[in-house]
């Protein structure tokens, strides 16, 4: 990520919005009285998987509109307005197709059960988390970031002094 990024700071944002999708998939699991089992944790693979990516979509438009010139602040709310859309269409599409998981009856019932409300609940509460928390933490990250094209004209810089 921090490749893709260019940037430690900008994988770390990613990085700190799963603790709290986690946190907020085992609270549903308490509540609905599942146990921790492989079926849970293929849940949670798939979790930290869609979190991640909504982050990155946040992360990456915001960048795009820092490096056309825009300031932090107008990067930040804009890029979290823009991107509200596509993040949700996702998450609903993802919790809408897991909701047979949840009230699944018979024969293996309980693995499917447990799998669904980790999808269900974790993501649905994380997903809360993540439209506020990742622009949030760009927005005290930032600073410290360089922008891309600024890295690009000093490597420009630096081949002419070669040549």
């Given amino acids: 990520m921090a490749a893709q990024f260019e940037s430690f ?7 700190c919005t799963v603790p709290f999708g986690i946190a907020a998939a085992l609270t549903v699991l308490v509540m609905t009285g599942q146990t921790l089992n492989i079926y849970t944790q293929i849940g949670f693979v798939m979790l930290i998987g869609l979190m991640t990516k909504n982050a990155i979509l946040l992360i990456e438009f915001m960048e795009q509109m820092r490096s056309e010139g825009h300031g932090v602040l107008h990067a930040v709310t804009h890029g979290a307005e823009v991107r509200f859309r596509p993040v949700m269409m996702t998450v609903l599409a993802t919790i809408i197709g897991a909701v047979p998981l949840v009230i699944a009856q018979g024969a293996g019932a309980e693995a499917r059960v447990a799998i669904g409300w980790v ?14 928390l990742a622009p949030l933490a760009y927005y005290w ?18 081949l002419k002094d070669i040549a």
């Fill in 9 to 15: 700071g900008l994988a770390f944002i990613v990085i």
């Fill in 119 to 132: 999808i269900v609940g974790g993501l649905g509460l994380s997903t809360i988390i993540t439209l506020y």
């Fill in 141 to 158: 990250v930032v600073p410290y970031v360089p922008l891309k094209t600024d890295a690009d004209k000093v490597l420009k810089g630096q």
